[in-house]
């Protein structure tokens, strides 16, 4: 059986706005991994290692970006506007459909 591996975030579908997109973008947000980073290649032992620092830096917070600090917020902010733009030029919508 073939290995799956991530296909990085700007292959992902809806745009990276899916569970391993939200984990590369919250990976940013708390600098685990360089804006740079999409993860392209990924296995699935590398994402799971990524999830789990990416869990333990949400900890603090509650897993809520309202009780984010003011610079991390703005910066959580500017990543998902980010995305949800590029989402939204691929076709991406947030209305949800009968499967949702």
């Known amino acids: 059986m073939k290995e799956q591996l991530y296909v990085g975030i ?15 973008i919250d990976a940013w947000l708390f ?19 990524l999830y789990e620092k990416v869990y ?4 603090p917070y509650a897993h809520l970006p309202s009780r984010l600090p003011s610079d991390l917020q703005q910066r959580h902010t ?8 590029t989402a939204k030029s691929k076709g991406w919508s947030a209305e949800l459909d009968e499967d949702d």
């Open 78 to 85: 500017r990543l998902y506007a980010q995305v949800i733009d």
């Open 10 to 24: 700007n292959e992902d579908k809806d745009g990276g706005l899916t569970h391993l997109g939200r984990i590369v």
């Open 31 to 49: 600098d685990i991994l360089p804006e740079s980073e999409t993860c392209t290649g990924w296995n699935h032992s590398q994402m799971q290692n």
């Open 56 to 59: 333990e830096a949400w900890e």
